[in-house]
């Protein structure tokens, strides 16, 4: 198997582990391959965008979500170390307003996908770091909203060592309830 998939508390939001080949020389691995990725998770997903950002220790980007279109997301880092945090906006899930939080690094390799449904977002614990991510929707500006990334009634205990870095979009994000969320 490519991939060694790990299901987390949060039915459908998995861990990938991609099977590494390394030697003296370095590394490959297959960062994603469709057939793969519906073998080893039972999901078959059109991937429509690919996105690239680089951010600075303390940065805290999200949690994001598009009320219409959603976006399922395949996350991973390719410099540094990020701790990354879905959460479930389903109103008809029994985890509604749940979290899981992975640490997903440069070195570790991991994957994590992300179902429609959830908000994301992530905060960076190493000096800088690459966070790439594959998306089955598009990005609509109009159709984002934003979750507070401290909001009590979700309480993800972020690593952080000081206030984070947050974009006004993520400082004006809104309450688990009070929020636009999904059936």
Known sequence: MPYTVTPTALPGVLIL?????????????????????????????PFVQDNHSKSARGVLRGLHYQIEHPQGKLVRVTQGEVFDVAVDLRRSSPHFGQWEGVVLSADNKRQLWIPPGFAHGFLVTSDSAEFLYKTTDYWYPEH??????NDPA??????????????????????LHGTATFA
Do not use: H, Y
């Open 17 to 45: 582990e991609p099977k590494v080949f390394g030697d003296a020389r370095g590394f490959f691995f297959e960062s994603f391959n469709a057939r793969d990725f519906a073998q080893c998770t039972g999901l078959d997903m």
């Open 144 to 149: 984002e909203r934003c979750l507070i990334w």
């Open 154 to 175: 979700v309480g993800v205990p972020w690593p952080l060592a000081a206030p984070p870095l947050l974009a006004a979009k993520d400082q004006a994000g809104q309450p």
